[in-house]
């Protein structure tokens, strides 16, 4: 449902009032966003990524007015991607939330379209994928749950907030197979989508799933209330606090990370000024402390990468997981 | 401190004045948004959230402004259903079988007045429950996992033949049709495109507003159209709404069973109010068998659904604000509403945000009451908008309905694909089959594919997974029953008739 | 409209509803054997709307063996009245976003007024009156931002 914006013509004036008394001291004002499209429904990551920026950007008047935030849920991410492609090529008011998880359905050729279809600002910071199970699951460890994966592999149902084959059911599936799970056995565990982090968890809590694979991000609360199990996060290094405590699969002798960062593209053909003013946009907004305190509250590690350096980025990730899908069967 | 001084604090938040001119604001904004038909309380909800960011409100007043334009919604939903044949939105679908029959004969303040106490006793009911079971409730509700949201839905489609007053074979056929209807566009689990034909407007499904807004609206106005204009039919007259009120104690019993199965309904996150209306109408309707008039004007048929959805609304909250899980659109919006305002709703929110949470529990009692003594006087304005000119009053409909659906997606192709809806509507209207099981079936249709899905991922294709549980085996044992109780009731009718 | 007394032995309608819904379930039933399965799915997107089609196919043979009451069907003078106001409907939309909200409502409004029986003396003043102010309740009381008239900002 697109939400609409609301622009008094009093606080239209005051800010373009305020736009020219900054225009002489600053260099070429950036143009002003004002839609950002979450290709999810409220509540998950995409969302939270539009209307966190959304909010600061207005905020920090780094805008003209609001930010108008739209969802667009569909195909993780494919209807925002053709709608874009399609319609909304060169709006340089646009930006459109994505993430590894957007990534990782370029990569298999899910969108309509690869990364030359768009052209990518930048990334904010990452999230970082957990492992959970209930907190009076009889799995205690990391190794107990992929022990019990490797015996059988359809003992254990798995769930998370990607379809099969997305990037919340690869890092399982790369967790399993540095367990020792053979790559034909792979096809036998059992995966569950839900619409979110959120329901992924509180179905396991009812008890009709065993364990979750998703971000820190999205259900830190249920990790905070202690009504599940951090059995592993998959970063290289411990988290900073108030998530020091939790266990990398790293430091329990399985070589397995998986983040998802958060960022942004826009149109593909939005003209090179334009491009550049937006990812200066960004990353004013990234230099903001209140941008590192909305991201620290939400389990994001602060993070930049913009412009061409991004591209760059955006287009090795897309490698890396169509990589990961040929290796575990995702993609033949 | 237990709940009692929670409350007693909750309601020293609410009455201060500023949070109750937001909570008027946002009844009376929330009614008059409700009635139109096309917009619905995701718009209304969603209009207010910038207006919320503009004035600055703390979390606290900008959730008392949201949560009074989301009940005023619900209870503006039913005065189009009533006055007009035209739900305001799609939980309100279910007021129409019986409320416009009643204003067509001359009751309609009655079913208005009727409509406001079922209304406000469903939504109280909905509010102390929340009060009271909030953290119970959880704990039940996340007992239902996807093989018992599926049997939910079974059980919603095997009462559906005996709501409307046509033919059993008819309804289950539109209900198959919504279902189909709904698995058009891109399939959420593989992304694969299903029955688009290449059209890309189509990718995102069938928007079930847009189907509302044609199978209702635009029908009605080609019915309408039918008729020879010079003898435009005398004004319908309304009545007052004194009667409805006193009616309200005869229907009691139906109210309260309404409430309890809208709640029910409200607090399983994605099942929601237009399921909690529908099976509180189809249940009552069942209750009374042939006893009743349903379909003609029953009271009851008022009653009963009313209170199921302002109950469903109440009971939405719940997984809402302690699960962090969305039981529907418009409190989807309103998760995204606290979100934005750094409130992340979850397990330790009620400890966390005492005073928001508090806060909201007393505005949600206050605005119940606000509502329902708005509503007296609400019914004679809209007594003066239905003496208007029936050539004033159609088209004025058709085209609120035409800027509330354009304005969902700027999309001249919803609106291409309304009229095609219309036309649907009123070839289903004059061939006797219901539309209501159309819209149905379109707007649970995909929790209902996903959940069966979800289910049979658990267990490698298994279907045995579906009767496994104690909860599912329930349902089902309840909906044979009611199915079984459904067809025997038409039999006996049959044989009556001759 | 309810209270139009149904006809109780026009059994075509329905046999010829029957009949379209038949071929309508068929040929879903058909098509979704095109959907691919994907990547460790135990249920593919095809099997829903098989499940769906096919009581709906069996009900329509139902339908077609045993039909059941129909409405009286419009007049020749009604029918061309309906047909005008879904041709007015359709242009509408068509023109809404080439000649802006303001002028393609005024004239919307002012002939549907006119189809629903006004005199040109009632549809004019009113349709004018209709047609501003829903601009003025969608465009600044709640905010819906509408398509302009090209040239004319306002």
């Known amino acids: 449902m697109p939400i609409s914006t609301f622009v008094t013509p009093r606080r239209l004036m005051a800010s373009s009032l305020l736009g020219l008394g900054l225009a002489a001291g600053l260099p070429a004002q950036a143009l002003p966003i004002d839609e950002c499209i979450a290709p999810a429904d409220p509540g998950g990551g995409w969302d939270f990524t539009c209307r966190s920026v959304g909010k600061l950007l207005h905020e920090l008047d780094l805008v003209d007015g609001n930010v108008q935030v739209t969802n667009m849920p569909g195909g993780v991410g494919a209807v925002a991607f053709s709608n874009v492609a399609g319609k909304r090529a060169d709006d340089s008011n646009l930006i459109v939330a994505t993430s590894t998880v957007g990534m990782t359905q370029i990569a298999q050729g899910r969108y309509p379209g690869d990364a030359d279809t768009m052209r990518w600002l930048g990334m904010l910071g990452t999230d970082v994928g957990v492992i959970l199970v209930d907190d009076d699951s009889p799995y205690q460890t990391l190794d107990q749950l992929l022990e019990a994966i490797v015996a059988a592999p359809t003992s254990v149902v798995m769930s998370g907030s990607s379809g099969a084959g997305g990037w919340d059911h690869i890092r399982a599936l790369m967790l399993a197979k540095a367990a020792g799970l053979p790559g034909d056995r792979i096809g036998a565990l059992r995966w569950v989508q839900f619409d979110g982090g959120g329901p992924a968890v509180t179905q396991m809590m009812g008890g009709h799933v065993d364990a979750v694979s998703t971000d820190l991000g999205e259900i830190a609360g249920f990790i905070e209330s202690g009504d599940v199990r951090v059995l592993a996060v998959l970063s290289d290094e411990p988290l900073p606090e108030p998530f020091a405590e939790l266990p990398t699969a790293v430091s329990q002798g399985y070589d397995v990370t998986g983040y998802n960062w958060r960022g942004f593209y826009t149109g593909g053909e939005v003209s090179d000024e334009d491009y550049a003013s937006m990812v200066d946009t960004l990353h004013t907004l990234y230099e903001s402390d209140e941008w590192k305190e909305v991201a620290a509250q939400n389990g994001l590690v602060p993070l930049w990468r913009g412009g061409d350096a991004f591209s760059d980025f955006v287009r090795e990730s897309i490698d890396n997981v169509e990589a990961i899908s040929r290796e575990i069967g995702v993609i033949q | 401190?237990?709940?009692?001084?929670?409350?007693?604090?909750?309601?020293?938040?609410?009455?201060?004045?500023?949070?109750?001119?937001?909570?008027?604001?946002?009844?009376?904004?929330?009614?008059?948004?409700?009635?139109?038909?096309?917009?619905?309380?995701?718009?209304?909800?969603?209009?207010?959230?910038?207006?919320?960011?503009?004035?600055?409100?703390?979390?606290?007043?900008?959730?008392?402004?949201?949560?009074?334009?989301?009940?005023?919604?619900?209870?503006?939903?039913?005065?189009?259903?009533?006055?007009?044949?035209?739900?305001?939105?799609?939980?309100?679908?279910?007021?129409?079988?019986?409320?416009?029959?009643?204003?067509?004969?001359?009751?309609?303040?009655?079913?208005?007045?009727?409509?406001?106490?079922?209304?406000?006793?469903?939504?109280?009911?909905?509010?102390?429950?929340?009060?009271l079971f909030a953290p119970l409730?959880?704990?039940?509700?996340?007992?239902?996992?996807?093989?018992?949201?599926?049997?939910?839905?079974?059980?919603?489609?095997?009462?559906?033949?005996?709501?409307?007053?046509?033919?059993?074979?008819?309804?289950?056929?539109?209900?198959?049709?919504?279902?189909?209807l709904g698995t058009v566009g891109i399939d959420p689990v593989s992304s694969v495109a299903r029955y688009t034909f290449g059209w890309y407007e189509l990718y995102d499904g069938i928007d079930y507003l847009v189907a509302l807004i044609g199978l209702f609206a635009i029908s009605e106005c080609l019915l309408f159209l039918e008729r020879d204009q010079r003898q435009d039919a005398a004004p319908v007259r309304l009545g007052s709404a004194a009667p409805g009120m006193r009616r309200s104690l005869d229907c009691a019993s139906s109210i309260g069973r309404g409430s309890l199965i809208g709640f029910i309904a409200g607090v399983l996150p994605g099942a929601g109010a237009s399921l909690g209306s529908f099976l509180s109408y189809s249940l009552e309707k069942r209750r009374w068998g042939a006893e009743g008039d349903f379909g003609r004007g029953d009271p009851r048929g008022v009653a009963a659904p009313e209170a199921g959805n302002n109950a469903a609304a109440g009971g939405a909250l719940i997984p809402m604000l302690s699960l962090g899980i969305p039981g529907s659109g418009t409190t989807a919006i309103l998760l995204a509403l606290l979100l934005s305002m750094n409130i992340t709703p979850g397990p330790l929110l009620f400890e966390q945000q005492p005073d928001m949470v508090w806060g909201l529990v007393a505005a949600l009692f206050i605005g119940n009451v606000m509502l329902l003594v708005l509503n007296i006087p609400l019914v004679g304005l809209f007594a003066k908008?239905?003496?208007?000119?029936?050539?004033?009053?159609?088209?004025?409909?058709?085209?609120?309905a035409f800027v509330g659906i354009y304005s969902l997606n700027n999309s001249p192709f919803d609106l291409y694909m309304m009229l095609a809806f219309g036309v649907l509507g009123y070839v289903l209207r004059k061939l006797e089959i219901p539309t209501v099981p159309v819209v149905l079936g379109l707007l649970l249709g995909g929790q209902m594919e996903f959940n069966l899905r979800r289910a049979l991922s658990i267990t490698g294709g298994d279907w045995s997974i579906l009767w496994s549980s104690g909860i599912s085996i329930g349902i089902y044992a309840f909906a044979a029953t009611l199915l079984c109780a459904g067809l025997i009731y038409a039999l006996l009718v049959k044989r009556r008739l001759g | 409209?309810?209270?139009?007394?149904?006809?109780?032995?026009?059994?075509?309608?329905?046999?010829?509803?029957?009949?379209?819904?038949?071929?309508?379930?068929?040929?879903?039933?058909?098509?979704?054997?095109?959907?691919?399965?994907?990547?460790?799915?135990?249920?593919?997107?095809?099997?829903?709307?098989?499940?769906?089609?096919?009581?709906?196919?069996?009900?329509?043979?139902?339908?077609?063996?045993?039909?059941?009451?129909?409405?009286?069907?419009?007049?020749?003078?009604?029918?061309?009245?309906?047909?005008?106001?879904?041709?007015?409907?359709?242009?509408?939309?068509?023109?809404?976003?080439?000649?802006?909200?303001?002028?393609?409502?005024?004239?919307?409004?002012?002939?549907?007024?006119?189809?629903?029986?006004?005199?040109?003396?009632?549809?004019?003043?009113?349709?004018?009156?209709?047609?501003?102010s829903l601009y003025l309740l969608f465009e600044f009381a709640l905010g819906i931002p509408l398509p302009d008239t090209p040239g004319w900002s306002g």
């Open chain 2, 137 to 180: 409730l959880v704990k039940v509700a996340i007992r239902f996992g996807p093989a018992e949201y599926f049997a939910l839905f079974m059980l919603a489609f095997a009462t559906i033949g005996g709501v409307t007053s046509g033919s059993f074979t008819k309804s289950f056929i539109a209900a198959c049709l919504g279902l189909l």
């Open chain 2, 1 to 131: 401190m237990d709940i009692l001084d929670f409350l007693v604090h909750g309601f020293a938040v609410a009455l201060q004045p500023e949070h109750l001119l937001l909570a008027l604001i946002g009844c009376t904004v929330g009614t008059l948004v409700g009635a139109l038909p096309g917009l619905g309380p995701v718009n209304g909800v969603a209009l207010m959230i910038p207006l919320a960011f503009n004035f600055g409100l703390a979390p606290t007043a900008a959730l008392i402004l949201l949560v009074s334009v989301y009940y005023g919604c619900m209870y503006g939903g039913r005065i189009s259903s009533i006055v007009l044949n035209i739900p305001g939105d799609e939980p309100a679908m279910m007021t129409t079988l019986d409320g416009y029959p009643m204003a067509r004969a001359g009751r309609g303040g009655e079913a208005l007045g009727l409509s406001a106490v079922a209304s406000f006793a469903g939504a109280t009911i909905a509010t102390i429950g929340l009060t």
């Open chain 2, 385 to 400: 908008v239905l003496q208007a000119p029936s050539w004033f009053l159609m088209p004025m409909v058709v085209l609120v």
């Open chain 3, 1 to 132: 409209m309810s209270e139009a007394s149904p006809i109780h032995h026009a059994a075509l309608g329905d046999r010829i509803a029957g009949a379209v819904l038949a071929l309508l379930a068929l040929g879903a039933w058909w098509h979704s054997h095109t959907f691919v399965t994907g990547f460790m799915q135990p249920v593919g997107p095809g099997v829903f709307p098989r499940l769906v089609s096919v009581p709906l196919g069996v009900l329509s043979l139902y339908l077609i063996a045993r039909p059941g009451i129909n409405q009286r069907w419009p007049e020749k003078a009604a029918l061309v009245r309906q047909l005008g106001m879904l041709l007015l409907l359709g242009c509408y939309a068509v023109v809404l976003e080439p000649l802006g909200f303001v002028p393609a409502t005024l004239v919307a409004t002012v002939l549907l007024m006119r189809l629903f029986g006004a005199r040109w003396r009632q549809a004019l003043p009113y349709g004018a009156l209709l047609g501003l």
